[in-house]
């Protein structure tokens, strides 16, 4: 499928955030499109740092198990690990081995290594722990060895052992780094942090990402569970109701997919009730431009 022109993308996401729902997938999920093919996404998916690096235990394993079962029958789609994450990649290995259902899986991990040489193997090693036969998305993890890593996903693309190249962060200091290599590199995917109280990424890597019709995934959209923390002991704004938000992880989330050039957002949990709570944001109205200021001004005075 051709891509879509900057013009087309921005338009699309800009009506789709002005209507009371998005675009509806699976179990009623919001999607939203990535630019580079048309191919849809749901806008709710799952990260898996620390909350996967459970190594051997079954118990735990069998519990992460429930977490994805969970995230499948609420048409979740994108699962995004490292091989940084410890045991992560072999326990979600497991886990869908265990899962008689997965359709709408979308596979994303990284490839994180100082040598390109190394970085090939990890790849393929990783590929032995999803047992997967290809990656939807490779990401090359915090730009390490951008250039050689690159290299190799574009070969690799072309031969069709992935499906996009991405690019990841978690350093806001490295953002103009990382729009330089958003800007030079044939990127698919960006990765980076955005959230209700860190929104620098509004800055350079969002209207970067819709001028270059690149797909963005947020990384830490609670800030590893700080805002959980922060705002728990607060009731919902009784304006919530008007998104359709029952709680606290479904308010921050709904922020963060709500805007234009934002397409996943990857909250992690190795709860199943958190899990639910967290695919209810992919689902109802989400907010407009209005009611995205009114949540910024509400947890700002809080």
């Not at 569970?225 to 992880?249: H, K, M, S, T, V």
Request: net charge neutral.
């Amino acid at each position: 499928m051709a891509p879509i022109s900057r013009r087309a993308f921005v338009s699309s996401l800009a009506a789709l955030t002005a209507l009371p729902n998005l675009a509806l997938a699976r179990a009623g999920q919001a999607t939203k499109v990535i630019p580079k093919s048309g191919e849809a996404l749901p806008v709710i998916g799952m990260g898996s740092w620390m909350t996967f690096n459970v190594g051997t235990d079954m118990a735990l394993r069998n519990e992460r198990t429930d977490v994805l079962r969970a995230f499948f029958a609420a048409g979740g789609g994108m699962i995004d690990s490292s091989p940084m994450y410890g045991s992560s990649e072999e326990v979600i290995g497991y886990c869908l081995g265990k899962l008689p259902q997965t359709d709408g899986l979308f596979t994303a991990t990284k490839v994180w290594t100082p040598m390109s040489w190394h970085g090939v193997g990890q790849m393929e090693e990783s590929e032995d722990l999803w047992k997967v036969k290809r990656f939807d998305l490779m990401q090359v993890h915090n730009l390490l060895n951008l250039d050689g890593h690159m290299e190799t996903l574009v070969d690799w693309k072309a031969q069709g052992r992935i499906r996009y190249i991405g690019i990841t962060t978690s350093h806001g200091r490295r953002h103009a780094d990382f729009e330089q290599a958003m800007k030079k590199k044939p990127v698919d995917f960006a990765q980076f942090t955005y959230n209700i109280l860190n929104r620098e990424a509004e800055n350079r890597l969002l209207p970067a990402a819709a001028d270059l019709g690149i797909a963005t995934i947020i990384n830490r959209p609670f800030s590893r569970g700080a805002l959980i923390d922060q705002f728990a002991r607060y009731p919902l704004p009784e304006w919530a109701a008007e998104i359709d938000c029952e709680n606290w992880p479904q308010f921050l989330l709904k922020f963060i997919v709500s805007h234009p050039a934002v397409t996943c957002a990857i909250p992690a949990t190795s709860q199943v009730d958190h899990m639910n709570e967290n695919m209810g944001a992919g689902r109802g109205r989400m907010p407009d431009a209005k009611i995205r200021k009114m949540m910024i001004d509400h947890v700002e005075a809080l």
